[in-house]
């Protein structure tokens, strides 16, 4: 089992900055790839962004690129989302989840999440 566990949620004006943690904590040495998503109100979950857990490949969504970097510290458990010159249209609550398979890409644990708010 893997626990995972978000912080670094809260309220930005548009244009701000906000960094996103996601501790994992269990058996961490079988995870694959960390990946993190979010989900507006009324609308369904999107994907955001991932990195595999022992290499430097990291993959993201259009809307996100340029503007958010995904990264990881193997020594804390942890990986990060730097989230720049954010938009109202960023505001969701976002999860972490980590898969422990190369192929399907899948998640097998999820965070509860955290809230994130830009306001315009």
């Known amino acids: 089992q893997v626990q995972l566990v978000e912080s670094g949620g809260g309220l930005v004006q548009a244009g701000g900055s906000l960094r996103l943690s996601c501790a994992a904590s269990?058996?961490?040495?079988?995870?694959?790839?960390v990946g993190w998503f979010r989900q507006a109100p009324g609308k369904e979950r999107e994907f955001v962004a991932r990195?595999?857990?022992?290499?430097?490949?990291?993959y993201y969504v259009d809307s996100v690129k340029g503007r958010f970097t995904i990264s990881r510290d193997n020594a804390k458990n942890t990986v990060s989302l730097q989230m720049n010159s954010l938009k109202p249209e960023d505001t969701a609550v976002y999860y972490c989840?980590?898969?422990?398979?190369?192929?399907?890409?899948?998640?097998?644990?999820w965070g509860q999440g955290t809230q994130v708010t830009v306001s315009s």
């Open positions: 989840a980590a898969g422990v398979r190369p192929v399907p890409i899948q998640y097998d644990y």
């Open positions: 269990g058996r961490t040495s079988n995870i694959y790839r």
């Open positions: 990195i595999r857990w022992s290499s430097s490949y990291t």
